[in-house]
């Protein structure tokens, strides 16, 4: 509980806090029906305390779930900060008219049958947004799974778990996403200060929510699964100013035709030229990246190595093949091999065998231990050429996975340029991998990620020196 309110006072006084920290929360269409999003939504808000109070709403049942339920929002006897709303789209418009005169704060809209379902949902967009205004309520939503916050313990979704504790905020237009992406993270231990989904943004968007997350000191980057941009002045506006402190990484859905049209018949909501977007994402500081995996990758990598001041990435491994697969996703992506300077090529000359490659990548043979491994890491990290490094390993007949990585912990803070590291195979790395994760040194079981992972921090360099050197244009 001390931990809950500790979080709550952190965030107190900020705009859609009620979001996050609510003292009292409704669910308005609470039910018993097992497998119901409004028996899942209740359950979960009283499985994971938020240090408040939650009041069914139900006119049919005097309770729910052994919880007193009340049949409107305006009987329930405190003054409700946030209301779930699981009934039907058309009663939802009226649910929003009692929320206003009950005094409620903010709403999440989960139901679905708005704008994605055609001219007569869209009409009740409109009538809710009108009532909401009037009163000053805030609506995440509709058509959307809800809202978590790890850090304050609310749980105000229809997923199955509560996300874990952590730094990362994500927000996604998706709510089946969500659900995939909170499976994945549970098993990969990656944990948030935020986890939602809004759905098609009739109130509530990505600038709102840009915004928040950049104002919190918990969040140390955001992460957004995007279908449509919305009002993109606003998310534009304040992507450039949340970007020079924290990462914002993207990936846009709807890029081809194809796609486009299926988000349109998802969320409602036109998914926009994908060539504008991309440029408007790099102006405003913006990383867009093109796999799920490389969300999460790339906040992991951002938050614990430097940005590279170049495109240049050195490759070192013990194994041709892998280094090769290494240089041509660098390659494709459009990033660069450092050329190896004459005096790094004299150094390495002295400690490896006559037969090593002779250049970038670095092949360092297969009968490298430990020690050749780290002699030549030093090396490489100091050629004036050179952005970044990546070294690769692959557990031969002579290699010590674990042995290498705490050699390799060394070098986890080299001036200026990032380090990376691909320890290929299973159980055999798996601990070389746990020590270089703990040294903040990131780890990839393919080394083709990994070289896609330096060429887009280094995009995320680019793009924010173009922030740092471009006036904002009057009025923007």
């Known amino acids: 509980m001390a931990d809950t309110e500790t979080a709550r006072e952190t965030l107190l006084g900020r705009p859609l806090v009620v979001f996050f920290a609510p003292r009292t929360g409704a669910v308005i269409g609470a039910t018993e029906t097992p497998g119901s999003v409004g028996r899942t939504i209740l359950w979960n808000l009283i499985r994971s305390p938020f240090g408040g109070t939650v009041f069914p709403v139900n006119p049919k049942r005097p309770s729910v779930l052994g919880i007193k339920a009340y049949p409107k929002i305006g009987d329930v006897p405190e003054r409700v900060d946030l209301a779930v709303v699981v009934t039907p789209a058309p009663t939802v418009p009226g649910v929003i008219n009692e929320c206003v005169a009950a005094g409620v704060k903010g709403a999440v809209i989960i139901s679905a049958g708005f704008k994605e379902a055609g001219p007569e949902g869209a009409a009740l967009e409109r009538q809710i947004r009108e ?95 995007m279908e449509s941009i919305g009002d993109a002045r606003a998310f534009l506006s304040a992507a450039r100013e949340v970007a020079l402190t924290k990462p914002i990484i993207i990936i846009k859905a709807g890029r081809t035709e194809a796609a486009a049209r299926a988000a349109a018949s998802h969320t409602g909501s036109l998914a926009g030229s994908n060539e504008v977007l991309e440029a408007a994402f790099r102006r405003s500081g913006v990383l867009s990246v093109n796999h799920i995996a490389d969300l999460f990758y790339m906040a992991e990598v951002l938050s614990k190595q430097p940005r590279p001041k170049g495109p240049r990435l050195t490759i070192l491994t ?92 060394a070098f986890a803070k080299l001036e200026g340029k990032p380090i990376l590291a691909s320890w290929m195979g299973g159980a055999e790395v798996a601990e070389g991998e746990g020590i270089l994760n703990r040294a903040n040194i990131p780890t990839f079981s393919y080394p083709d990620t990994a070289a896609r992972a330096f060429h887009y921090m280094w995009l995320y360099s680019y793009n924010l020196r173009g922030l740092y050197e471009t006036p904002t244009p009057a009025g923007d």
Not at 138 to 146: K, V
Not at 199 to 218: A, C, F, N, T
Request: contains cysteine.
């Open 131 to 225: 009532r909401a205004r009037r009163g000053k309520m805030r609506i995440i939503g509709p058509n959307c799974l809800g809202v978590m916050s790890p850090l304050t313990g609310l749980n105000a979704t229809f997923a199955g778990a509560m996300a874990r504790p952590g730094s990362v905020g994500f927000i996604s237009q998706s709510g089946a996403l969500c659900t995939a992406i909170l499976d994945w993270s549970l098993r990969e231990l990656v944990g948030f200060s935020a986890f939602l989904s809004i759905g098609s943004m009739l109130d509530v968007g990505w600038g709102d929510l840009i915004d928040y997350l950049g104002d919190d000191p918990r969040t140390r980057s955001i992460v957004i699964y």
């Open 318 to 409: 013990n194994a041709g093949g892998p280094g090769v697969l290494a240089t041509d996703e660098l390659i494709l992506q459009s990033g660069e091999l450092a050329e190896l300077s004459n005096e790094t090529i004299e150094a390495l000359d002295r400690i490896l065998p006559p037969h090593w490659s002779h250049g970038n990548p670095i092949d360092i043979l297969g009968d490298a231990g430990p020690d050749r491994y780290a002699k030549a890491v030093e090396i490489a990290a100091a050629d004036p050429n050179s952005d970044g490094l990546l070294v690769i390993l692959t557990p031969q007949a002579m290699t010590d996975p674990t042995r290498t990585a705490e050699q390799l912990q």
